[in-house]
Every structure is written in structure tokens, then in C-alpha cells.
């Protein structure tokens, strides 16, 4: 069965500076992976995902992800945060890459401070 | 992205009541939706999966008799939960998506109390 961790419940960070929130996946099978973001109330949006291909994925928006198989981890990283960051951070993998059944991590917040 | 948008964000219900969520995809057609349900610090669980015209395909240990899900059009899909009890007090959200390997959107979500 797959799995996601996500060790951090909350990071919080000064604005401009870098983070990392990890993400590490367990699964016998070929795997996709997700990072979706949640705005206070609104729903997930997807943020990046890794299906084949270069293990760098980025998004718009300045993060990127790098899809590690041997350490199983999918760590999503930004060198210069900003206050508008703050949100709720979920990692999700998949075995189908079709969006199906996707197993959720429990989520990071992160919060961003002046 | 597409949106998808969930009715009621907030609802409370007494124990023993019905409660209906709207899943709606508002700018295209959703072949497939999803259902979730997220407790607190907790991630979301998928709770079944229903294809427009066919009866949800629920996980393993969700009781379809009290999540009764209904996904009647391709732009709505319902999930009611039966006979509410407090321990169903829970965040549901749902997804929806146009076709087997496109992008999955999700709604914003609704807050269900049960008292």
C-alpha cells in the first residue's frame, strides 16, 4: 500500500527566506507525485507533480520539487519565500498518474512572518 | 484552472439527520468526482470514487448506505450522509475531473458539524 509522510505539522519562516517542506512517499509500484496548496478557504490547488521525466519539476510560482527514489522523498523547496506562501501544503502520490486514488500526507502549514 | 465548487462550506446538523453536499464542476463537464474526508491533523481519505450514470466504487470500509453518493449529470455530483451522528463530524471535499488523465480540482470543501 502507498503512504505519504510529512513530518513537519507546521513551519514557520521569516519572508524571503528559503524553505523546504519534506515529503517522503512509500510504494511498490511506479509512483507520481503531487504537491497541492490550500488557501484558507479555499480547495486544493495543484501546485506541481512529477509523472515521468526530469526529477526537477517547477511551479509558477517559484517553488520546485525534486523527485528522489533512492532517499523516497519529494521535498518541495523555495528559495525566497513570501507572505502570500502562507497555506496549508499537501503531498500526494499516485500509482496510476491519472489522478486516481491519491494518498494524501496530513498536510504542512506554512506560516510566513514580516 | 477549472473550478469546482462545493455547497454548503459550513453546515450543522442535529444527530439523526440527513445532510446533503453539492459537488458541482462549473466550467466543464466531470466525468468522474471524488469524494474525500479529512479529519483534524489528519490527511484526506478517499472516500469513493463515482463515474457520471454509475454507482460510486466506495473504499474499503466507508458504509455506503450512509454515504450515499449520486453523480446524476457530468457538472453535479451528491454525497448525503444518513442518519448523522457526531463522530461524522468532518471536513468532505470533493474533486472532479474531465477524463481518465487529466487534472483532478478540487472544491473548497465543507465543514460538517454534527450535534
Known amino acids: 500500500a502507498q503512504s505519504v509522510t510529512q513530518l513537519d505539522s507546521q513551519v514557520p519562516v521569516f519572508e524571503e527566506a528559503p524553505v523546504e517542506l519534506r515529503c517522503n512517499y512509500s510504494?511498490?509500484?511506479?509512483?507520481?507525485l503531487f504537491w497541492y496548496v490550500q488557501y484558507p478557504n479555499q480547495g486544493l490547488q495543484l501546485l506541481l507533480k512529477?509523472?515521468?521525466?526530469?526529477?526537477l519539476v517547477e511551479s509558477i510560482n517559484g517553488f520546485e520539487a525534486e523527485f528522489n527514489k533512492s532517499q523516497t522523498s519529494f521535498h518541495l523547496r523555495k528559495p525566497s519565500v513570501h507572505i502570500s506562501d502562507t497555506a496549508e501544503y499537501f503531498c500526494?502520490?499516485?500509482?496510476?498518474?491519472?489522478?486516481?486514488?491519491?494518498?494524501f500526507g496530513t498536510g504542512t502549514r506554512l506560516l510566513v512572518s514580516p | 484552472g477549472a473550478v469546482v465548487s462545493q455547497h454548503p462550506s459550513r453546515v450543522i446538523c442535529k444527530s439523526g439527520t440527513s445532510v446533503k453536499i453539492e459537488c458541482r464542476s462549473l466550467?466543464?463537464?466531470?466525468?468522474?468526482m471524488f469524494w474525500y474526508r479529512q479529519f483534524p491533523k489528519q490527511s484526506l481519505m478517499l472516500m469513493a470514487t463515482s463515474n457520471e450514470g454509475s454507482k460510486a466504487t466506495y473504499e474499503q470500509g466507508v458504509e455506503k448506505d450512509k454515504f450515499l453518493i449520486n453523480h446524476a449529470s457530468l457538472t453535479l455530483s451528491t454525497l448525503t450522509v444518513t442518519s448523522a451522528h457526531p463522530e461524522d463530524s468532518s471536513f468532505y471535499i470533493c474533486?472532479?475531473?474531465?477524463?481518465?488523465?487529466?487534472?483532478?480540482?478540487f472544491g473548497q470543501g465543507t465543514r460538517l458539524t454534527v450535534v
Open positions: 510504494s511498490s509500484v511506479s509512483v507520481y
Open positions: 500526494a502520490v499516485s500509482d496510476d498518474g491519472g489522478f486516481q486514488k491519491l494518498v
Open positions: 474533486s472532479a475531473r474531465a477524463g481518465t488523465f487529466t487534472e483532478a480540482f
Open positions: 466550467d466543464f463537464q466531470a466525468t468522474t
Open positions: 512529477y509523472l515521468s521525466g526530469s526529477t
